[in-house]
């Protein structure tokens, strides 16, 4: 089992940008696609970005298409989220997750219940 840790949440005013970082143990992170999540107070998850093994394959949440920046380092074995012109309505808590080697679609990387590895979370909250 690979376990992915997130960082780099935080309390940023609307407008503003954060990094997230998704940090992965083991060696077969390049074998696997990553997805990035995120769930508000009182509402269910929801896809934020997916990104496929070699980094070809990018989709994104319409809500976030313009804003949200989805990267991945196979040799740091590290997937990012770079967050810009960030909105309250984006608070909520931020997860990383990893997915069959055979995702590579939208409409399976952008379901939830296709990831079998999910981090711990970290906070976003934005304020107007």
């Known amino acids: 089992q690979v376990q992915l840790v997130e960082s780099g949440g935080g309390l940023v005013q609307a407008g503003g940008s954060l990094r997230l970082s998704c940090a992965a143990s083991g060696r077969t992170f390049s074998s696997y696609p990553m997805g990035w999540f995120r769930q508000a107070p009182g509402k269910e998850r929801e896809f934020v970005a997916a990104i496929s093994r070699s980094g070809d394959n990018i989709y994104y949440a319409d809500s976030v298409k313009g804003r949200f920046t989805i990267s991945r380092d196979n040799a740091k074995n590290s997937a990012y989220l770079q967050m810009s012109s960030l909105k309250p309505e984006d608070t909520a808590v931020y997860y990383c997750?990893?997915?069959?080697?055979?995702?590579?679609?939208?409409?399976?990387?952008?379901?939830?219940?296709?990831?079998?590895?999910w981090g711990q979370g970290t906070q976003v909250t934005v304020s107007s």
């Open positions: 997750a990893r997915g069959p080697f055979y995702l590579s679609d939208y409409v399976r990387m952008s379901d939830d219940r296709n990831y079998y590895d």
